[in-house]
């Protein structure tokens, strides 16, 4: 009993982390709340580097999906007349704690976040960034499941690698 409760207590320090990040990363990007693809930004940069290793399972560029993800930023930016630099609202303090409220997401972040359990409950690992990359193979639609194609990786290549590396986790 004690370790379950001892992973949950991980589980939740690494779903703070991983908020955290997607929060200034959006900030970063001039966006008030996360989207999935500031999620999967973050869970590449997650210490546990399962995120990472399902990238290289599959000889896909982590970078390489960051300036796609960049790139479709600036571009929807740009066909609504806006300059990309221009909108990016570096240095501000996060939307929580300007507004004294709890965390809060865009509706793929939102959406990212209720799969979890589930995903998790499939292949209960520790929480980890392979879990989110699994999470967000399922969002073809998305932002962060868009620039997936943008740097030539099926989402569900990435779907089965992300299960790889959490079954390697369990062995």
């Given at each position: 009993m004690?370790?379950?409760l001892k992973q949950r207590w991980q589980d939740m320090r690494t779903i703070a982390d991983l908020s955290k990040d997607a929060e200034r990363r959006a900030l970063q990007a001039g966006q008030q709340h996360p989207g999935a693809e500031h999620y999967a930004l973050a869970a590449l940069d997650l210490a546990d580097g399962s995120a990472r290793r399902v990238f290289q399972r599959i000889?896909?560029?982590p970078e390489a999906y960051r300036a796609?993800?960049?790139?479709?930023?600036a571009a929807a930016l740009s066909a609504m007349g806006l300059d990309a630099a221009g909108a990016v609202g570096a240095g501000e303090a996060p939307?929580?704690?300007v507004a004294g409220k709890l965390f809060?997401?865009?509706?793929?972040g939102q959406a990212l976040m209720q799969?979890?359990?589930e995903v998790q409950r499939r292949l209960p690992a520790p929480l980890c960034g392979a879990h989110i990359l699994l999470?967000?193979?399922?969002m073809r639609l998305s932002a962060a499941g868009r620039a997936l194609g943008?740097?030539?990786?099926?989402p569900q290549v990435l779907g089965r690698a992300a299960e790889e590396e959490l079954r390697a986790m369990l062995a």
């Open positions: 004690f370790a379950k000889g896909a560029d796609a993800l960049a790139n479709r930023h939307a929580a704690a809060d997401a865009q509706p793929s799969t979890l359990p999470a967000v193979a399922g943008a740097i030539n990786v099926d």
